[in-house]
């Protein structure tokens, strides 16, 4: 035996012994590294406990995510931005709009197709005097939002307000309209191209309140479809700009116990259809629909049950594994949860990721605030950005259930003695010294 082959006998020998005696140091720490998918939080305002929406748009047009809080501040509603500056760094915030009228939502679309992430505002029915602008739009220029011009002026009630909104291009040319769901009324306001715009009420063929809105393609023709969440899941299809209660799809929502607070559009298997996740009254369940080939919906699973009303979602692939996971909270908690998406058909059990203090935090947004192609989060309260840390495979964590513990190196240990390539660490073909030693650096290391 050669002196080369011989010491690298020997000091395979020893990686192999060190690797066994940290297994069994490893038994005893169950919980091992665990693979985070967060940053520790960039807290942008530690006070803000009043949002009435979070939104990320790029407002100024230099191809960085910047986050938009609309506020209240004593008898005041404000909104404020936060510029990006695409390395996870914001500015601090800057008041957009003055002239708004009571805002409670902020939406970011270029309506009048020049470039620009131009602002739509819905004011609140409440305060004294409430906002008398039903809804208005505010030009971008250059990152300002001076000019306030008034889409529909009728006087808000409790049956006119609008409570939430989605633009879109409803009809397919070229052009964002906007759909309005106020709590008796559904309104569309039809885009000419230059951001003027016809309003028509859509027949809804029920007497419901509307709870929530949210739009997607549910026959797969190409046409955006609506989904309002009332007294029960109601689904209206697009045909060429003209929309319609469907009751076949609507009523495939089997199962569902009535009053719908969140209404979620989502293809959670990645089959090109739409999925749906809803939920109920508090005590709120979190129910994940799945559709089918035929359009019709089955229930897949029940996410969570008895738990306080979630008032925000939103869904991203946080783990860059290939599949929409999902962000959402329960203020009466404090909490923002993770439900992680296992890549074969199934969320995972919720994943406590911020806890906060009651009845906080209320609102969810996603952005790419680093500009490395992989989703982060913004919540509050605090107002705080979440970095994903998650930007390769963990590659030591062979067993795949985000943690570095004794099982990762008993399965090391494995592949390793049948000389599987999960154990070949340097990528070489061969399996020696240099993989046990890898594979040690890369554990002791942890994960992100």
């Not at 690797?19 to 038994?27: D, F, G, I, P, W």
């Not at 809105?213 to 955006?224: E, T, W």
């Not at 992989?374 to 994903?388: G, T």
Request: aromatic share 10%; hydrophobic share 40%.
């Amino acid at each position: 035996m050669s002196p080369i082959t011989s010491n690298a006998a020997f000091y395979q020998t020893g990686a192999i012994r060190q690797l066994k005696q940290l297994a069994m140091t490893a038994v005893l720490f169950t919980g091992g590294h665990t693979n985070a998918q967060f940053s520790s939080p960039l807290v942008l305002d530690p006070a803000l406990n009043n949002s009435t929406q979070i939104t990320v748009a790029d407002i100024n047009n230099d191809n960085n995510d910047d986050i938009i809080v609309t506020r209240q501040t004593g008898f005041e509603r404000i909104i404020q931005a936060y510029l990006g500056d695409g390395h996870g760094n914001f500015t601090p915030p800057q008041t957009l709009a003055p002239n708004a009228q009571k805002p409670q939502i902020a939406y970011f679309a270029d309506l009048n197709n020049n470039g620009q992430q131009d602002m739509i505002v819905i004011p609140t029915l409440f305060g004294n005097p409430p906002g008398t602008d039903r809804i208005a739009w505010f030009p971008n220029n250059s990152g300002t939002f001076q000019t306030r011009i008034v889409i529909d002026d009728t006087y808000p009630t409790a049956f006119t307000a609008i409570e939430d909104i989605r633009i879109v291009d409803v009809e397919n040319d070229g052009d964002l309209d906007i759909i309005a769901a106020a709590n008796l009324q559904l309104t569309l306001y039809t885009n000419d191209g230059s951001a003027n715009f016809t309003q028509t009420t859509i027949p809804i063929e029920f007497n419901t309140e509307n709870y929530d809105l949210d739009v997607a393609d549910f026959n797969s023709d190409g046409f955006i479809d609506i989904i309002i969440g009332g007294v029960a899941p109601l689904i209206l299809i697009n045909t060429n700009g003209s929309f319609a209660y469907d009751p076949d799809i609507s009523s495939s929502i089997e199962g569902f116990p009535g009053l719908t607070f969140l209404v979620y559009p989502i293809d959670f298997d990645n089959d090109g259809d739409q999925d749906l996740i809803l939920a109920d009254t508090g005590p709120q369940n979190l129910w994940l629909y799945e559709q089918g080939d035929d359009g019709l919906f089955n229930l897949h699973s029940t996410l969570v049950t008895n738990t306080p009303q979630s008032f925000s979602m939103t869904s991203a692939d946080f783990d860059n594994d290939g599949d929409l996971d999902l962000l959402t909270n329960f203020p009466q908690l404090g909490q923002t949860v993770w439900f992680e998406n296992d890549n074969q058909e199934n969320y995972q059990n919720a994943s406590l990721i911020h806890q906060g203090i009651t009845p906080f935090p209320k609102h969810v947004a996603t952005g790419d605030f680093n500009n490395d192609n992989i989703p982060d989060a913004v919540w509050s309260m605090p107002l705080s950005v979440h970095l994903a840390t998650t930007t390769t495979p963990c590659t030591p964590d062979l067993t795949g259930d985000n943690l570095l513990n004794f099982f990762d190196i008993s399965a090391f240990l494995d592949a390793f003695g049948i000389q599987d390539p999960a154990a070949d660490f340097t990528n070489d073909g061969t399996f020696n010294f240099f993989d046990v030693s890898a594979f040690l650096q890369a554990f002791a290391q942890g994960c992100p």
